[in-house]
């Protein structure tokens, strides 16, 4: 009975509304819920005792009938509309006479007659609630459907303790879902379609003891809560909102209460659960008009009592079981839109009497009016696992951003590469001997061009104090003539090599070893490797090339060793002529294209220097 009574109200309510909801435009409804928002007291409530602050010349049988009348004269002032008239009688003090309000004996006190209801469906009527109808605290019913009501429901109906039914579908209301009635505590009937609601369910709403529940012909956008299975409900419909994601499983916990379930024209993905086998009193099921997808579950063989079944227009695959088909109260079974690739025999439309099957649409062989190969291949041939299938995720992009992390790490391991060139430093006085056939030294001393960034003074004058020991006029033009390109700019900047005495005095420490000029001899071609990478792309080497190509600007620097610490440099002034010879090797490895790199390598550490 329940059932065949809903599907009736659902008809008239879709007939109406396109009657009605032509009637009021837009402008119209925003100016009515303009004037609502206007009217509403600080915070929205009504304020403890409101009823005595209204004075009133008319004498009422009880307190009750007097509340009732303030909160029906508000909501007459609150219409803006009333083309039929509905409300002309809402005059005077007896208001058990006005159109669409019935009275009856208080549940507490039998001797008192108090307001019981409100039945104002179909009216056409077009205003706003106004919050002193919180003071009608003994209806028990309030229906307002198919009229052009707009605004919010105030929260002063949460007074409204024992409202059994809720219905004010076929409206023009907005706003989130009106969370006041989930605070209205006896409520078993609650109808919000064909508004205007948006957002999310919220979870609280399936823990009440409801009876039906209609949210259809909204714009609800959200998942259906876990907490679905909760719900007592006989009659769930959500049809025609902008819903996603999966069914829940603790749907199977509503097999003893559950009878009809309409979720169609959603956005609902992934598989149907299992546990819809377990509805054994759901009569009507339909989820057409969404994106599921995977197979019949082998347990629908449990819904024993379906009459009505609609799984058209999804993704369904497989092959249509002979246990749906065979259901002993099935009327219409409607499973065409879809990709099922096998259906038996009984399944087949005209197999049964009096059942109607549709199987159009479909990649079924021998049947017509199928899907084409094609378009059947691109689905079938990639079947959904229901096993592994999850509803909603997408965490996991997420987790390849991590990788990009650890690829800033690996130029940290070349942090242990800036410190071995500290270690050649010290190694060339010992092997010195032996080094000289140790043209594989460059090789690894490509990583040198990072320290001398980090710390290019420390490292490189040893590198350069070496040739002093072979030829003091070398000696000068590293430390000194690079730094006399900037006392062009800037004299004062010969004092610096004051304060690089003490880098002369690592020399000081070489100078006996006379041998080892064989050796650090690559150690200038190291430099010669690393100038290429540091400084061919400045503009400055050649500016040091020329002056540095005639002996007389490093007879210059000689003048000016004698006046820093000549008897420093006075040492290595006997030994030269022993070691010119390796001097002019060098210079005869120059002029293949080391010359000129040498000395730029030599302005590159007075670069770093200087930077």
């Known amino acids: 009975m329940q059932a065949s009574g809903c599907f009736l109200v659902f008809f008239l309510f879709f007939s109406s509304f396109s009657s009605f909801s032509s009637a009021l435009t837009d402008a119209e409804a925003s100016s009515i819920a303009r004037r609502q928002l206007l009217a509403l007291p600080e915070g929205g409530d009504l304020p403890d005792h409101y009823e005595f602050e209204v004075e009133l010349n008319l004498n009422f049988p009880n307190t009750r009938l007097r509340r009732a009348y303030i909160a029906l004269q508000a909501w007459k002032k609150a219409i803006y509309s009333d083309p039929l008239k509905t409300t002309e009688n809402w005059v005077g003090a007896n208001v058990c006479t006005y159109t669409g309000v019935f009275c009856a004996k208080a549940l507490d006190d ?25 003071l009608l605290t003994d209806i028990a019913l309030f229906h307002i459907n198919s009229n052009r009501f707009c605004g919010i429901i105030p929260k002063s109906f949460s007074r409204l303790t024992l409202l059994h039914e809720f219905d004010v579908s076929n409206n023009r209301f907005v706003g989130s879902f009106p969370e006041v009635v989930l605070h209205i505590p006896n409520l078993k009937y609650l109808d919000l379609r064909f508004n205007n609601f948006e957002g999310k369910l919220p979870p609280e709403l399936f823990n009440k003891e409801l009876d039906a529940l209609f949210l259809n012909d909204n714009w609800f956008t959200s998942t259906i809560p876990d907490t ?43 598989c149907l659960p ?73 399944c087949v439309p005209s197999s049964r009497k009096n059942v109607v099957f549709d199987d159009i649409s479909n990649c079924l062989p021998d049947r017509p009016q199928q899907k084409s190969a ?31 992390v650890e690829k800033p790490k690996t130029p940290k391991p070349e942090q242990p590469k800036q410190q071995p060139p500290p270690q050649p430093k010290q190694q060339p006085p010992k092997p010195s001997p032996e080094s000289v056939p140790t043209p594989s030294t460059p090789k690894p001393q490509p990583p040198k061009e990072e320290p001398p960034k980090e710390e290019p003074p420390k490292e490189q004058p040893p590198k350069e104090e070496p040739p002093k020991e072979e030829s003091p006029k070398e000696e000068p033009p590293k430390e000194e003539p690079p730094k006399e390109q900037p006392p062009k700019e800037q004299p004062p900047k010969e004092e610096p090599p004051k304060e690089e005495p003490p880098k002369e005095e690592s020399p000081k420490e070489e100078p006996p070893k006379e ?30 090339e020329p002056p540095k190509e005639e002996p007389p600007k490093e007879e210059l620097p000689k003048e000016e060793p004698p006046r820093e610490e000549p008897p420093k440099e006075e040492p290595p002034k006997e030994e030269p002529p022993k070691e010119e010879p390796p001097r002019r090797s060098h210079q005869r490895k120059n002029p293949q294209g080391g010359a000129t790199k040498g000395r730029t390598a030599q302005g590159a550490a007075t670069k770093g220097r200087t930077s």
Request: one cysteine or more.
């Open 515 to 544: 041998e080892p000029p064989k050796e650090e001899s690559p150690k200038e071609e190291s430099p010669k490797e690393e100038p290429p990478k540091e400084q061919p792309p400045k503009e400055e080497p050649p500016k040091e």
């Open 274 to 346: 299992p546990e819809i086998g377990y509805l054994s009193k759901v009569t009507v099921f339909d989820i057409s008009s969404n994106t599921f997808s995977g197979i019949l579950s082998k347990t629908f063989k449990g819904l024993e009592k379906l009459e009505e079944v609609d799984i058209s227009h999804n993704m369904l695959t497989g092959f249509v079981p002979e246990s749906i088909c065979t259901l002993p109260n099935l009327v219409n079974f409607t499973f065409s839109y879809n990709f099922f690739n096998g259906e038996t025999q009984e």
């Open 110 to 134: 039998p001797e008192l007659e108090v307001v019981a209801g409100i039945d104002l469906n179909h009216a056409d009527i077009a205003g706003y609630l106004p919050v002193e109808l919180g």
């Open 228 to 270: 679905l299975g909760n719900s007592p409900v006989s009659v769930l419909v959500v049809a025609n909102n902008h819903l996603e994601g999966c069914i829940p499983n603790s749907i199977g916990k509503m097999v003893n209460t559950l009878n009809e379930i309409i979720l169609s024209n959603n956005k609902f993905a992934g």
């Open 374 to 404: 094609k378009e059947c291949q691109v689905v079938v041939s990639k079947p959904v696992d229901c096993g592994k299938a999850k509803c909603g995720g997408g965490q996991g992009p997420s987790k390849p951003s991590q990788p990009p």
